[in-house]
């Protein structure tokens, strides 16, 4: 059970944070196809929830 945690929270915080990444590099091209509120919502949004599933999955591993 608690290896699926460590694996759903890590894959998690690693994908939402991939997804900031790109937002953040490619957000003027972005920003031409979709509006540009969406794409700084989708930035903050990932970044955000990305830290935050970072932070469980780090106080996960030391058994916090």
């Known amino acids: 059970m608690l290896g699926q945690y460590y694996l759903a929270t ?26 540009a509120p969406k ?4 930035h903050k949004a990932s970044a955000l929830a990305g830290a935050f599933l970072a932070l469980l999955h780090v106080l996960g591993v030391h058994g916090y």
Do not use: H, M, Q
Not at 10 to 33: C, M, P
Not at 39 to 42: G, H, M, S, T, W
């Open 39 to 42: 794409v700084l919502l989708v």
């Open 10 to 35: 890590g894959i998690g915080a690693f994908s939402l944070v991939a997804v900031a990444v790109i937002t953040g590099l490619f957000g003027r091209r972005l920003r031409k196809v979709f509006s």
